[in-house]
């Protein structure tokens, strides 16, 4: 492996950075249920989502009255940016701190600004679920590893949204769900799909239902799998003989506990070529779905290149 790649997909022990890690899935509820008060319901839930940013994780413009507010985390600098459409900015570092301290702090900034934002103040998708104003177990930040996840970050949102491209049906954006805290990107068969169960932790079952209520494959990146996180994907409904089928690169495997495939982090990042290992798991674990879901390929799949022949012919003037 060359050393650009070694540096471009850092080492990140899940064992080391376990409080952080905890700290910071409960910070960025606080943040996305911020977007998720003032942004219109998109299907799916993606109106929810945080993006990997060019310094950390942000909400994107959030509209709000006649302008637009946005909260960033910044892990490079190691604070937390509140910016607003009318010239208004407050921020705070990110240092070890109670998940009620940054709760209160961050209202307190939203506040000064003039923002509103009624927000259900307790966590999803974990069990127990402590309200985020009694929260005062989960106080950990160390900088080092939270930019270390930002750098993680970085590569898996630039390789899953190579992978995006290649999809011209309905696909979501590359996003960051904070209630499930992964980095996730689902592309859509176009038929609607049976009521997904529920059964998550400290999440109604009509939350699930909206989340997977169209034919699905979805593929991303979980920094709690494996010893330094994993690649994922899996399909839903699950078609007959998905786990059967093959799929790349050597150290891919079906997990039957999270019944989906996984591609430890440790072994895209320690591979002769990290992004062409991601891209393998991603396309393959896909066709497993598309193939044995009976998906229409060729109306939903295209090449990302196929005007570059075209524009090189007519001498690149678009």
């Not at 997909?9 to 409080?19: D, F, I, K, T």
């Not at 895209?268 to 062409?276: F, G, K, L, Q, S």
Request: aromatic share 12%; charged share 20%.
């Amino acid at each position: 492996m060359t050393s650009s790649a070694m540096v471009s997909w850092p080492g990140l022990r899940v064992a080391e950075w376990a409080a952080t890690r905890e700290t910071l899935h409960m910070w960025t509820q606080v943040v996305g249920k911020i977007r998720m008060a003032h942004a219109p319901l998109l299907n799916h839930w993606w109106q929810v989502t945080l993006y990997v940013s060019a310094r950390g994780l942000t909400t994107s413009s959030i509209p709000y009255r006649a302008g637009a507010f946005e909260i960033e985390f910044d892990f490079v600098g190691h604070r937390l940016e509140v910016r607003s459409s009318d010239g208004g900015v407050r921020s705070m570092p990110l240092r070890p701190m109670p998940v009620a301290e940054f709760y209160a702090r961050t209202m307190a900034m939203l506040d000064q600004l003039g923002i509103e934002a009624p927000i259900r103040p307790l966590p999803n998708e974990v069990d127990p679920a402590i309200p985020f104003a009694e929260d005062y177990d989960h106080a950990s930040y160390d900088g080092e590893a939270a930019t270390l996840f930002w750098r993680q970050l970085l590569q898996a949102n630039r390789v899953i949204g190579e992978f995006r491209s290649h999809f011209i049906g309905k696909v979501s954006p590359v996003h960051f769900f904070w209630g499930g805290m992964d980095l996730a990107c689902t592309r859509f068969s176009g038929r609607t799909a049976p009521p997904h169960p529920g059964g998550v932790p400290n999440c109604g079952d009509w939350v699930m239902v909206e989340g997977y209520s169209r034919e699905l494959s979805s593929c991303g990146f979980w920094p709690g799998g494996g010893e330094e996180g994993a690649f994922y994907s899996y399909a839903y409904p699950e078609p007959a003989g998905f786990a059967e089928q093959p799929v790349g690169p050597d150290g891919a495997y079906f997990s039957t506990e999270y019944q989906q495939f996984l591609l430890p982090y440790e072994a895209a990042r320690t591979a002769p070529d990290p992004d062409r290992a991601v891209a393998e798991f991603l396309h393959t674990t896909y066709e497993a779905a598309a193939n044995r879901g009976n998906w229409n390929r060729t109306e939903l799949e295209d090449d990302p290149t196929r005007w570059h022949h075209t524009a090189a012919h007519h001498g690149n003037d678009a």
